[in-house]
């Protein structure tokens, strides 16, 4: 019988030979585009000027280009930046039922290698389809075990990453293919403890995923071969990074029911644990207003979400920007009061406002069992508003605005990436790229202007 991995190599050959329908192909570009939305700004943080400085002697050598900084490098290389930097602000896409953000590692892989060999935009397309269906599948299939002390984008995400490499590479040969994902599967890594503290590492499991994808995909070109069991071996991926992986949902739907098509492209520019209490205090906000009351006359804010939302964003006391992203408390006082949480949210004077502060002192959370039952399929939180002289407003978010039953629009989708790429790049070089994302199954990749 055909191992998992023989069997996503065996639909990655298929896929290459058939078109993809109008709606996969729209949806590939919608994921394309929310990327950039990310990576741009993440080029300019933190994190992303000192991995980039991490890599600035090998500039020059390698085909593969740094947005933004008219720079080539090695895929690799370029694809940790890449992974890093489009990880960096937590506004990229979010695939729900693996706790997993695939364009991270797949699309950042799938540039790098697009640039050094040269492929048409289609191709890129196609790739990257290949890299989600694959790794969303599998995410899903370790889940919710794999989340207790893994990072989904870290290890998974290296698995996805060489599946779009390998397919760019050579989008017909299985064999490549399974080498390439085996290899990658046996470097798979990323802890949570890394983003539970003020470190910069989580951005930096985005960047290993999809530097490990490419170059697990280059070494099986020369003969590297890796176990093809490795998923699903006694001593393998599933075994030691999960309890109970669920096979039939690492193939089931495969080249049929496109995960592309259901992502969750981020409205707030946060920690996707927190999204479903942002958006209840945001809708009672306006409720509130409305009304011609003020917002100082709330007396308490109580919020009853999942489990591990409060266990990953439950900080009363953040202090640093990535702290105050990962503080459930900070995030929905600030959408209470500001009606919307977006970069400018944690800037130093945002993070220190009196306003706020006082505000999340009001807060209370509290794990609700029916939500956490629901975890990861479902990311829900129910708001309660009390005001001084009693009178409560009360909000159930079943959905986060993103989701696939909520999604942003296309025009939501370029309205969010002219806001995020403002002052990294021209406003003429972003009006040239956005058009060029939407129409990029008729252009070569190295026609973009990034």
């Given at each position: 019988?055909?191992t ?18 109008a ?10 585009l ?46 940790w ?13 979010i695939?729900?039922d ?32 290949v ?11 370790v889940?919710?075990?794999?989340y207790?002390?893994?990072?989904t ?25 399974a ?8 470097f ?31 070494a ?29 949902k690492a193939i ?32 009672i ?9 003020t ?14 939302a409060l266990d ?20 929905v ?5 500001h009606?919307?949480v977006?970069?400018?949210a ?10 706020t502060?006082?505000l999340?002192?009001k ?88």
């Amino acid at each position: 019988m055909s191992t998992i991995i023989q069997q996503y190599a065996e639909y990655a050959a298929w896929e290459a030979n058939r078109d993809l329908s109008a709606e996969t192909l729209h949806h590939a570009k919608r994921v394309v585009l929310d990327w950039f939305s990310a990576l741009y700004p993440g080029i300019v943080s933190d994190v992303g000027a000192k991995i980039i400085a991490t890599f600035e002697d090998e500039f020059g050598v390698g085909k593969s280009r740094i947005p933004s900084l008219n720079k080539t490098g090695f895929s690799s290389s370029a694809a940790w930046i890449l992974g890093t930097a489009s990880h960096a602000i937590e506004f990229d896409d979010i695939f729900r039922d693996a706790v997993y953000h695939p364009g991270v590692p797949v699309i950042s892989a799938a540039l790098a290698i697009a640039d050094e060999y040269n492929r048409t935009g289609l191709e890129f397309l196609k790739a990257v389809v290949v890299g989600y269906e694959v790794s969303t599948r599998l995410g899903a299939a370790v889940q919710p075990s794999h989340y207790s002390f893994f990072h989904t984008t870290g290890t998974v995400g290296a698995i996805g990453s060489a599946a779009a490499a390998a397919f760019l590479i050579d989008p017909q040969d299985k064999n490549l293919f399974a080498h390439a994902v085996a290899t990658a599967t046996t470097f798979a890594s990323g802890l949570q403890q890394a983003f539970r503290s003020d470190a910069m590492t989580k951005a930096l499991h985005g960047g290993h995923a999809a530097s490990i994808g490419t170059t697990a995909a280059k070494a099986a070109t020369k003969g590297i071969t890796g176990a093809l069991d490795i998923l699903e071996g006694e001593v393998g991926f599933a075994a030691a990074l999960s309890k109970g992986a669920n096979w039939d949902k690492a193939i089931a739907g495969l080249g049929e029911d496109y995960n592309i098509c259901k992502m969750t492209q981020k409205n707030h520019g946060c920690c996707g644990h927190t999204f479903a209490a942002i958006d209840g205090v945001i809708a009672i906000r306006q409720t509130i207003l409305d009304q011609g009351l003020t917002l100082s006359e709330i007396e308490n804010i109580a919020i009853r979400t999942y489990q591990t939302a409060l266990d990953v964003t439950g900080n009363f006391a953040p202090e640093s920007a990535f702290q105050c992203r990962f503080s459930l408390p900070y995030v929905v006082a600030h959408g209470l009061l500001h009606g919307s949480v977006r970069l400018n949210a944690f800037e130093k004077a945002q993070r220190s406002a009196q306003q706020t502060r006082d505000l999340m002192q009001k807060l209370t959370l509290e794990s609700d069992e029916e939500l956490t039952s629901k975890f990861p399929n479902q990311r829900a939180a129910k708001v309660k508003i009390t005001l001084k002289n009693g009178q409560v407003f009360e909000h159930f978010s079943p959905c986060r605005k993103g989701d696939p039953e909520a999604p942003l629009t296309d025009e939501d989708l370029d309205n969010k990436f002219f806001e995020l790429v403002n002052g990294v790049i021209s406003a003429e070089q972003a009006r040239v790229l956005r058009d060029q994302i939407w129409n990029l199954d008729q252009l070569q990749v190295q026609d973009l202007k990034i």
